[in-house]
C-alpha cells in the first residue's frame, strides 16, 4: 500500500513537499553552524535530535509520519550493528564520545524516529502500532531487512578475518559502510514520488559523500582549563613533513597518539640523549599540563641491534679471557702483539679522518702498553681493555653462540637510562616496548608487507623493494629526507655494521626488514628461517601494535630523518596501505659541545652522569627551555652560565615575593596606578605566552616574557609599598609555568621549595628564622656594639644553616636559598675577591715601571727611541706614524701619572 491514504498528499502536493524538506534543514543548519564554529558536534547532535523530532511530530501526515520514522529507526538499528560487527560503534561512543558527519545524520535520524514511536505507542495502543506497520510495510521490505541482518553475521565473521590485512580491512569496511547507508537510505519510502527521491539523494549526499570534504566540519578543538580559556587552541608543531607549522588537530578528538624512537641501549647515554628525551617531555608536558591533550605516549628500547651485538660479544669475549687463568703475563704480552698488528691494519684501511683519530689513539694505548716499564697482567688488561675485546670479538666473534649472552648488556643499560632519566626529571612513557618482546609481531608486519607486494625475500633475509615502493601512485618514498635518497653512505650506516653483502639486494636503495643471522649472531625462527630484524621495522611494527594506524606524533632526534624515520614511514604505509601513517613528524635539534660536534675522538664526548656531577637536572633543563627545541644547542660553560644565572634571577624574585608575603599587609588594598599598570604587564605577558606556546611551542620566547615580567616586578617592590595578592598571583603564575615545563618537579605553591632527605623544611624552619630575624633587628637597635655578632650571625652561623639575610630600606628579608647555593656564592665571592686583588698586585707592580724604560725592552717592535724612552721607529727602521705615535704618548702619559717612584 502507497501513500494514498492521506488526501493531502495528493491534493496539495507543494505543502508535502515542503513539509517533508523541512526535515533537511536541521542537518544542514547544524553543518553551518559548526563550521562556523559555534557548536561543538556533541551541541550539533543535540540539536538535531530535538529539531527534527518536533518537524516530525507536527507534520500534517500523522500516518506516513510514523511510518517513514519506523524506517528510520530501523536504519539506525542495522547501524548500529553493523558498527558493533566492525568494532566502530564502542571506539565512537567509548572514546570521548567522537563522532563522524555520517553518525551525526544518523543519530540524529534515528533518535527522532524513537520520539515518535514512543509517541505513537502511548498515542494507540502496541498492537496497533505493530498492525498499522505490518500492513504498510511490504513483504518485500520486510524480507530485504531480514537478510541485511542475517547477512552481518558473516560480515562480523568477513571483518575478523580482514583484521590481519589492515590496508584492505580499513578499504572493505568504508566501502560496506557506505553501501549500507545508500541502500538503506533508499528504503524510507514505498513507492517513492519525485520529491521523496529527491529527499533520499540529498539524506545520501549529507550523510554519505559529505564526510569526503574536510572544509565542511574543520576539527576545531576547545583548549579546555587552560591559560586561555573559552578560546579555541591555535597550536601549531612544526612539522617535518611539510617542513613548516602546521595547525595541531590529533586524528580522534583530543586524545593524541605519541610514538617516540627510545634508545638503543648498547653504552651509557650521553647529552646528546639529554637533548632528545628532556625536549620531548617539555613537548609532551605541554600539550598535556597546558593545552589539557590526552597524550599517549609510547617509546621503544632497541635491544637487538649491531651494536648490541658487537659489544656483547666483545663483553663475554674479554671476561673469558679475563678469568682464564691459565692465560699468563707472557701471553697476554704475545697477544697484545697481535692486537697491534690488526689495529695497524685497520688504520692502513679506514679513511675517515674521525675514526681514524680513535684506532691511532688505540695504537697509542698498545704501544704504550707494551713498551713501557713492566705492567702486571691486570693493569695490562684494564689499560688495553677496548682493544683486546675489538681484537677477540674479530678473532671468536663467530663462536658465541648462545642468545642469553645478547640479552644481558641491553638489561644493564637499560635500566642505567631509566635512572639517568629519572634524575633529570624526564617522566617515564605510558608504553615502552622492547624489540625482543615483539618479535612474533614484527616477523606478521613483514609477511603482510610481502603479500603487498613490496618485499621480497633473498638468501634468507627480506628486503624492502623500495623501488617498487616509490613508483607506486599512492605512495611516495623519503618524504622527510628526499634529497639524501641517493646517499649510499646514510643507507649502508642504517644497515649496521654486521649487514650482509650488497648483492643479496635488487637495489642498493633497498633495506632489509629480516636479517638472516650468521655465526655469532642472536637468531629467531621465522617462515624465511633463522634470524633476526632490520633496525627500521622494529619501530613501524611495535607503534602499530601499541598505538593502531594512525600515529599523531612521532618524535626523533633529528640525525634519525633518514634513513631510518624515512624507512619507517614507506613501511607503515605499505602494511597498512595509506599515505598519511604519520600526521606530524618532530625532531629534536643537533647538540654541540664547544660548538663542535660530540665524539669520542674529539674528547669532547659527555654522560648524561657526567654533567650531572656538575649540573643540577634543573639548571640543564633551563638551558633547553631558553633556546629552540628544533636547532641547534651548544652545551658549554657560557650557555651554562647562562642557565644558572636565569635559574639565580628566577629564585631570587621567588625569595623576594614569599619574604613580602611573610609580613603583615593590609587586606586587599586599593589598587593604585602603579598596581594597575603591573596588572596591566601581567595579563600582556599571559598573551604572549599563550601566544609562543601555539606557535610551535616556542619555551625560549616564553622565559624572555618571564623575565621581562619580573624585571617588572622587581622594580614595582622596590618603588612602592607591594601589593600583596598582585604579587602573589604573579608569582603563582611563573611557578605554575616552570612546572608545566619540568623545572619545579613539586608541588610548591611558589618557587623552588627548600628540600632537604627530610623533605619540604620550609615551613618548619622559617619560624625559628622569624625569631632569630627579630632578635637581631632589636639587637641592631639597641647597641653599636653588637652589630659585630649580628653580623656574624648573619655571615656565618645562618649561613651555615642555608639562610640569607639581607637589609633592604631599613628591614630584614630572609631567604632560604639552602646550603649548597650559599656555598656556591661564598666560593664565587672568594673568587671575585682573589680576582680583584691580582688585578690590584698587577696594577701595583705596573706602577713601580718607571715610564721612560716600559717601551725599551719591546725591541721586537721598535728600533730606535727618543731620550724620554719614546719610539720614534719600529722594528723594520721605519718612522712611527703620527696616529701610532698618539696611542703611544697616551700609554706614556697613563703610566707617568700612575708611576710611584
Same mark, same amino acid.
Given at each position: 500500500?502507497?501513500?494514498?491514504?492521506?488526501?493531502?498528499?495528493?491534493?496539495?502536493?507543494?505543502?508535502?513537499?515542503?513539509?517533508?524538506?523541512?526535515?533537511?534543514?536541521?542537518?544542514?543548519?547544524?553543518?553551518?553552524?559548526?563550521?562556523?564554529?559555534?557548536?561543538?558536534?556533541?551541541?550539533?547532535?543535540?540539536?538535531?535530535?530535538?529539531?527534527?523530532?518536533?518537524?516530525?511530530?507536527?507534520?500534517?501526515?500523522?500516518?506516513?509520519?510514523?511510518?517513514?520514522?519506523?524506517?528510520?529507526?530501523?536504519?539506525?538499528?542495522?547501524?548500529?550493528?553493523?558498527?558493533?560487527?566492525?568494532?566502530?560503534?564502542?571506539?565512537?561512543?567509548?572514546?570521548?564520545?567522537?563522532?563522524?558527519?555520517?553518525?551525526?545524520?544518523?543519530?540524529?535520524?534515528?533518535?527522532?524516529?524513537?520520539?515518535?514511536?514512543?509517541?505513537?505507542?502511548?498515542?494507540? %495502543?502496541? +498492537?496497533?502500532? =505493530?498492525?498499522?506497520? !505490518?500492513?504498510?510495510?511490504?513483504?518485500? /521490505?520486510? &524480507?530485504?531487512?531480514? #537478510?541485511?541482518? %542475517?547477512? +552481518?553475521?558473516? =560480515?562480523?565473521?568477513? !571483518?575478523?578475518?580482514?583484521?590481519?590485512? /589492515?590496508? &584492505?580491512?580499513?578499504? #572493505?569496511?568504508?566501502?560496506?559502510?557506505?553501501?549500507?547507508?545508500?541502500?538503506?537510505?533508499?528504503?524510507?519510502?514505498?513507492?517513492?514520488?519525485?520529491?521523496?527521491?529527491?529527499?533520499?539523494?540529498?539524506?545520501?549526499?549529507?550523510?554519505?559523500?559529505?564526510?569526503?570534504?574536510?572544509?565542511?566540519?574543520?576539527?576545531?578543538?576547545?583548549?579546555?582549563?587552560?591559560?586561555?580559556?573559552?578560546?579555541?587552541?591555535?597550536?601549531?608543531?612544526?612539522?617535518?613533513?611539510?617542513?613548516?607549522?602546521?595547525?595541531?588537530?590529533?586524528?580522534?578528538?583530543?586524545?593524541?597518539?605519541?610514538?617516540?624512537?627510545?634508545?638503543?641501549?648498547?653504552?651509557?647515554?650521553?647529552?646528546?640523549?639529554?637533548?632528545?628525551?628532556?625536549?620531548?617531555?617539555?613537548?609532551?608536558?605541554?600539550?598535556?599540563?597546558?593545552?589539557?591533550?590526552?597524550?599517549?605516549?609510547?617509546?621503544?628500547?632497541?635491544?637487538?641491534?649491531?651494536?648490541?651485538?658487537?659489544?656483547?660479544?666483545?663483553?663475554?669475549?674479554?671476561?673469558?679471557?679475563?678469568?682464564?687463568?691459565?692465560?699468563?703475563?707472557?701471553?697476554?704480552?704475545?697477544?697484545?702483539?697481535?692486537?697491534?698488528?690488526?689495529?695497524?691494519?685497520?688504520?692502513?684501511?679506514?679513511?675517515?679522518?674521525?675514526?681514524?683519530?680513535?684506532?691511532?689513539?688505540?695504537?697509542?694505548?698498545?704501544?704504550?702498553?707494551?713498551?713501557?716499564?713492566?705492567?702486571?697482567?691486570?693493569?695490562?688488561?684494564?689499560?688495553?681493555?677496548?682493544?683486546?675485546?675489538?681484537?677477540?670479538?674479530?678473532?671468536?666473534?663467530?663462536?658465541?653462540?648462545?642468545?642469553?649472552?645478547?640479552?644481558?648488556?641491553?638489561?644493564?643499560?637499560?635500566?642505567?637510562?631509566?635512572?639517568?632519566?629519572?634524575?633529570?626529571?624526564?617522566?617515564?612513557?605510558?608504553?615502552?616496548?622492547?624489540?625482543?618482546?615483539?618479535?612474533?609481531?614484527?616477523?606478521?608486519?613483514?609477511?603482510?608487507?610481502?603479500?603487498?607486494?613490496?618485499?621480497?625475500?633473498?638468501?634468507?633475509?627480506?628486503?624492502?623493494?623500495?623501488?617498487?615502493?616509490?613508483?607506486?601512485?599512492?605512495?611516495?618514498?623519503?618524504?622527510?629526507?628526499?634529497?639524501?635518497?641517493?646517499?649510499?653512505?646514510?643507507?649502508?650506516?642504517?644497515?649496521?655494521?654486521?649487514?650482509?653483502?650488497?648483492?643479496?639486494?635488487?637495489?642498493?636503495?633497498?633495506?632489509?626488514?629480516?636479517?638472516?643471522?650468521?655465526?655469532?649472531?642472536?637468531?629467531?625462527?621465522?617462515?624465511?628461517?633463522?634470524?633476526?630484524?632490520?633496525?627500521?621495522?622494529?619501530?613501524?611494527?611495535?607503534?602499530?601494535?601499541?598505538?593502531?594506524?594512525?600515529?599523531?606524533?612521532?618524535?626523533?632526534?633529528?640525525?634519525?630523518?633518514?634513513?631510518?624515520?624515512?624507512?619507517?614511514?614507506?613501511?607503515?604505509?605499505?602494511?597498512?596501505?595509506?599515505?598519511?601513517?604519520?600526521?606530524?613528524?618532530?625532531?629534536?635539534?643537533?647538540?654541540?659541545?664547544?660548538?663542535?660536534?660530540?665524539?669520542?675522538?674529539?674528547?669532547?664526548?659527555?654522560?648524561?652522569?657526567?654533567?650531572?656531577?656538575?649540573?643540577?637536572?634543573?639548571?640543564?633543563?633551563?638551558?633547553?627551555?631558553?633556546?629552540?627545541?628544533?636547532?641547534?644547542?651548544?652545551?658549554?660553560?657560557?650557555?651554562?652560565?647562562?642557565?644558572?644565572?636565569?635559574?639565580?634571577?628566577?629564585?631570587?624574585?621567588?625569595?623576594?615575593?614569599?619574604?613580602?608575603?611573610?609580613?603583615?599587609?593590609?587586606?586587599?588594598?586599593?589598587?593604585?596606578?602603579?598596581?594597575?599598570?603591573?596588572?596591566?604587564?601581567?595579563?600582556?605577558?599571559?598573551?604572549?605566552?599563550?601566544?609562543?606556546?601555539?606557535?610551535?611551542?616556542?619555551?625560549?620566547?616564553?622565559?624572555?616574557?618571564?623575565?621581562?615580567?619580573?624585571?617588572?616586578?622587581?622594580?614595582?617592590?622596590?618603588?612602592?609599598?607591594?601589593?600583596?595578592?598582585?604579587?602573589?598571583?604573579?608569582?603563582?603564575?611563573?611557578?605554575?609555568?616552570?612546572?608545566?615545563?619540568?623545572?619545579?618537579?613539586?608541588?610548591?605553591?611558589?618557587?623552588?621549595?627548600?628540600?632537604?632527605?627530610?623533605?619540604?623544611?620550609?615551613?618548619?624552619?622559617?619560624?625559628?628564622?622569624?625569631?632569630?630575624?627579630?632578635?637581631?633587628?632589636?639587637?641592631?637597635?639597641?647597641?653599636?656594639?653588637?652589630?659585630?655578632?649580628?653580623?656574624?650571625?648573619?655571615?656565618?652561623?645562618?649561613?651555615?644553616?642555608?639562610?640569607?639575610?639581607?637589609?633592604?630600606?631599613?628591614?630584614?628579608?630572609?631567604?632560604?636559598?639552602?646550603?649548597?647555593?650559599?656555598?656556591?656564592?661564598?666560593?664565587?665571592?672568594?673568587?671575585?675577591?682573589?680576582?680583584?686583588?691580582?688585578?690590584?698586585?698587577?696594577?701595583?707592580?705596573?706602577?713601580?715601571?718607571?715610564?721612560?724604560?716600559?717601551?725599551?725592552?719591546?725591541?721586537?717592535?721598535?728600533?730606535?727611541?727618543?731620550?724620554?724612552?719614546?719610539?720614534?721607529?719600529?722594528?723594520?727602521?721605519?718612522?712611527?706614524?703620527?696616529?701610532?705615535?698618539?696611542?703611544?704618548?697616551?700609554?706614556?702619559?697613563?703610566?707617568?701619572?700612575?708611576?710611584?717612584?
Amino acid at each position: 500500500m502507497g501513500f494514498s491514504n492521506s488526501a493531502l498528499t495528493y491534493l496539495n502536493y507543494p505543502t508535502q513537499l515542503m513539509c517533508k524538506s523541512c526535515k533537511l534543514i536541521p542537518v544542514l543548519i547544524g553543518g553551518i553552524l559548526i563550521q562556523r564554529k559555534r557548536f561543538s558536534k556533541r551541541d550539533y547532535i543535540s540539536v538535531t535530535f530535538m529539531t527534527i523530532g518536533l518537524v516530525w511530530f507536527t507534520s500534517l501526515d500523522r500516518e506516513v509520519g510514523f511510518k517513514m520514522n519506523f524506517w528510520g529507526l530501523l536504519y539506525v538499528t542495522i547501524a548500529l550493528v553493523f558498527d558493533s560487527a566492525s568494532g566502530n560503534y564502542q571506539e565512537k561512543v567509548l572514546h570521548e564520545h567522537k563522532f563522524d558527519r555520517i553518525d551525526v545524520i544518523r543519530y540524529g535520524y534515528g533518535m527522532g524516529a524513537i520520539m515518535l514511536f514512543l509517541f505513537q505507542m502511548a498515542r494507540q %495502543s502496541f +498492537l496497533g502500532s =505493530l498492525r498499522i506497520f !505490518l500492513t504498510q510495510m511490504p513483504r518485500s /521490505g520486510f &524480507l530485504l531487512i531480514l #537478510m541485511s541482518l %542475517s547477512g +552481518l553475521v558473516g =560480515l562480523n565473521f568477513v !571483518l575478523k578475518l580482514l583484521s590481519q590485512f /589492515g590496508a &584492505l580491512r580499513t578499504t #572493505m569496511v568504508t566501502t560496506l559502510r557506505k553501501a549500507f547507508s545508500i541502500s538503506i537510505s533508499f528504503m524510507f519510502f514505498e513507492k517513492p514520488f519525485v520529491h521523496e527521491y529527491l529527499y533520499a539523494a540529498v539524506l545520501i549526499f549529507t550523510g554519505v559523500l559529505l564526510p569526503n570534504f574536510k572544509q565542511v566540519l574543520d576539527r576545531k578543538r576547545v583548549c579546555l582549563k587552560s591559560m586561555a580559556d573559552s578560546t579555541f587552541s591555535d597550536l601549531h608543531l612544526l612539522n617535518s613533513i611539510t617542513r613548516q607549522k602546521d595547525k595541531f588537530v590529533p586524528k580522534k578528538g583530543r586524545t593524541v597518539q605519541w610514538y617516540s624512537c627510545g634508545p638503543t641501549v648498547y653504552d651509557s647515554a650521553h647529552m646528546g640523549h639529554a637533548r632528545s628525551y628532556i625536549t620531548f617531555d617539555i613537548l609532551r608536558r605541554v600539550l598535556r599540563d597546558y593545552f589539557h591533550y590526552d597524550v599517549n605516549y609510547v617509546m621503544n628500547i632497541t635491544d637487538v641491534d649491531d651494536k648490541i651485538i658487537r659489544r656483547s660479544r666483545q663483553r663475554y669475549l674479554f671476561e673469558s679471557y679475563k678469568n682464564n687463568k691459565d692465560i699468563a703475563l707472557s701471553k697476554v704480552l704475545s697477544d697484545l702483539n697481535d692486537v697491534k698488528a690488526y689495529f695497524e691494519e685497520k688504520v692502513n684501511k679506514e679513511n675517515d679522518k674521525e675514526k681514524l683519530v680513535t684506532l691511532k689513539d688505540d695504537l697509542d694505548a698498545i704501544n704504550s702498553a707494551s713498551n713501557n716499564a713492566p705492567f702486571s697482567r691486570d693493569s695490562i688488561l684494564e689499560m688495553c681493555c677496548g682493544q683486546i675485546m675489538d681484537w677477540l670479538d674479530n678473532e671468536h666473534g663467530h663462536e658465541v653462540t648462545n642468545n642469553d649472552i645478547f640479552s644481558e648488556l641491553p638489561k644493564i643499560y637499560e635500566a642505567e637510562f631509566f635512572k639517568d632519566m629519572q634524575d633529570l626529571n624526564v617522566q617515564p612513557p605510558d608504553m615502552l616496548s622492547r624489540v625482543s618482546d615483539y618479535i612474533a609481531e614484527i616477523i606478521s608486519f613483514i609477511e603482510c608487507i610481502l603479500e603487498q607486494g613490496f618485499a621480497y625475500e633473498s638468501q634468507g633475509s627480506v628486503y624492502f623493494d623500495v623501488t617498487k615502493f616509490a613508483s607506486n601512485d599512492k605512495h611516495s618514498y623519503a618524504k622527510l629526507v628526499p634529497e639524501a635518497v641517493g646517499d649510499l653512505e646514510l643507507l649502508q650506516d642504517g644497515e649496521g655494521s654486521l649487514s650482509s653483502s650488497k648483492t643479496e639486494k635488487r637495489s642498493p636503495r633497498d633495506f632489509a626488514l629480516w636479517k638472516k643471522s650468521k655465526s655469532g649472531e642472536p637468531s629467531w625462527e621465522s617462515p624465511w628461517g633463522g634470524g633476526r630484524p632490520g633496525w627500521h621495522i622494529e619501530c613501524s611494527a611495535m607503534a602499530g601494535s601499541l598505538c593502531g594506524q594512525h600515529l599523531d606524533i612521532h618524535t626523533g632526534g633529528i640525525d634519525l630523518k633518514f634513513p631510518h624515520h624515512d624507512n619507517e614511514l614507506a613501511q607503515s604505509e605499505a602494511y597498512f596501505g595509506c599515505d598519511d601513517w604519520v600526521k606530524y613528524f618532530v625532531h629534536a635539534g643537533h647538540l654541540e659541545i664547544e660548538g663542535r660536534k660530540m665524539s669520542k675522538s674529539l674528547k669532547n664526548f659527555i654522560t648524561i652522569r657526567e654533567a650531572l656531577q656538575k649540573y643540577s637536572s634543573q639548571q640543564i633543563r633551563l638551558l633547553f627551555l631558553t633556546h629552540d627545541w628544533s636547532g641547534v644547542l651548544d652545551y658549554c660553560q657560557n650557555t651554562m652560565q647562562e642557565a644558572l644565572s636565569i635559574e639565580k634571577y628566577l629564585n631570587e624574585f621567588f625569595l623576594n615575593v614569599k619574604n613580602i608575603l611573610r609580613t603583615k599587609g593590609d587586606y586587599f588594598p586599593k589598587f593604585g596606578e602603579v598596581e594597575l599598570k603591573l596588572h596591566a604587564v601581567f595579563e600582556n605577558s599571559k598573551c604572549e605566552i599563550h601566544s609562543a606556546l601555539c606557535d610551535s611551542i616556542n619555551t625560549a620566547k616564553v622565559m624572555l616574557v618571564i623575565r621581562r615580567l619580573i624585571t617588572e616586578c622587581n622594580s614595582y617592590i622596590q618603588s612602592s609599598k607591594p601589593h600583596h595578592e598582585l604579587l602573589n598571583n604573579i608569582a603563582i603564575f611563573v611557578t605554575s609555568l616552570l612546572r608545566v615545563f619540568g623545572v619545579i618537579p613539586s608541588q610548591s605553591s611558589i618557587g623552588f621549595p627548600s628540600i632537604t632527605e627530610e623533605g619540604n623544611v620550609e615551613e618548619h624552619v622559617m619560624p625559628f628564622l622569624n625569631a632569630l630575624s627579630d632578635f637581631r633587628s632589636d639587637m641592631r637597635a639597641r647597641a653599636l656594639e653588637t652589630l659585630s655578632l649580628c653580623d656574624t650571625l648573619r655571615d656565618k652561623t645562618l649561613t651555615d644553616l642555608g639562610a640569607r639575610f639581607e637589609d633592604h630600606d631599613g628591614r630584614p628579608v630572609i631567604k632560604l636559598v639552602g646550603k649548597k647555593a650559599i656555598e656556591k656564592e661564598k666560593e664565587l665571592a672568594e673568587a671575585q675577591k682573589k680576582a680583584r686583588e691580582k688585578a690590584a698586585l698587577a696594577k701595583k707592580q705596573k706602577s713601580k715601571i718607571n715610564p721612560k724604560e716600559m717601551f725599551l725592552s719591546q725591541t721586537d717592535k721598535f728600533s730606535k727611541f727618543d731620550v724620554d724612552g719614546m719610539p720614534t721607529h719600529d722594528a723594520k727602521g721605519d718612522a712611527i706614524s703620527k696616529a701610532q705615535h698618539k696611542r703611544l704618548k697616551k700609554l706614556y702619559d697613563k703610566a707617568a701619572a700612575e708611576y710611584i717612584s
